[in-house]
T-cell receptor
Framework: AQSVTQLGSHVSVSEGALVLLRCNYS??????LFWYVQYPNQGLQLLLK??????LVKGINGFEAEFKKSETSFHLTKPSAHMSDAAEYFC???????????FGSGTKLNVKP | GAGVSQSPSNKVTEKGKDVELRCDPI?????LYWYRQSLGQGLEFLIY????????KSGLPSDRFSAERTGGSVSTLTIQRTQQEDSAVYLC??????????????FGPGTRLTVL
């Protein structure tokens, strides 16, 4: 069985500050991990994904995430927040041969000027 | 190019009525997924299609829910005898192929269903 937990349904940061969105997963097999972003009034789009290659994954818009097996985590970070980063972020897990994707409940990021 | 489209964008219905939600995937995408997003919840996986086939229907919440896909393209999610707990945003996504768990999915804008 697989599941994802996103700690913090709302995160607020100041423009220019570090963004850290937390994702912990549970998987009985080696996971594939994803971060999707949903901007206001838009559909979800892929930010980045981990599929068993490099543990540090770089995505679009300066975001990156690190797969840490020992901590069962895949936290999303960005060194300096922009106003345009305000959106809802979803972490998701899947695995080899499992054509189902389990999403977390999402974290809404607010960026203050 | 055109993305995933869904119709209607909003649907208000009365309890007990049937509704049909439509998804038009990106042309050429063989894999198609349906999700449900309830208020304050994450995305709940409902079903996926590889071509016209749905190998696993276990994510459908009840037998009131059914889905089909024709011609390897358009998919319809049908909810019979709607209940208030069916109120949610229904999202459709497609991907070029069923790659076995590492698919990048392209999402539509969703259909917001409200059951009165």
């Amino acid at each position: 069985a697989q599941s994802v937990t996103q700690l913090g349904s709302h995160v607020s940061v100041s423009e220019g500050a570090l963004v850290l969105l937390r994702c912990n997963y549970s998987s009985s097999v080696p996971p594939y991990l994803f971060w999707y972003v949903q901007y206001p009034n838009q559909g979800l789009q892929l930010l980045l994904k981990y599929t068993s290659a490099a543990t540090l994954v770089k995505g679009i818009n300066g975001f990156e995430a690190e797969f840490k097996k020992s901590e069962t985590s895949f936290h999303l970070t960005k060194p300096s927040a922009h106003m345009s980063d305000a959106a809802e972020y979803f972490c998701a897990v899947s695995a080899e041969g499992i054509n189902k994707f389990y999403f977390g409940s999402g974290t809404k990021l607010n960026v203050k000027p | 190019g055109a993305g995933v489209s869904q119709s209607p964008s909003n649907k208000v219905t009365e309890k007990g009525k049937d509704v049909e939600l439509r998804c038009d995937p990106i042309s050429g995408h063989t894999a198609l997924y349906w999700y449900r997003q309830s208020l304050g919840q994450g995305l709940e996986f409902l079903i996926y299609f590889q071509g016209n086939s749905a190998p696993d229907k276990s994510g459908l919440p009840s037998d009131r829910f059914s889905a089909e896909r024709t011609g390897g393209s358009v998919s319809t999610l049908t909810i019979q005898r709607t209940q208030q707990e069916d109120s949610a945003v229904y999202l459709c996504a497609s991907s070029p192929e069923l790659a076995g768990g590492w698919d990048t999915q392209y999402f539509g804008p969703g259909t917001r269903l409200t059951v009165l």
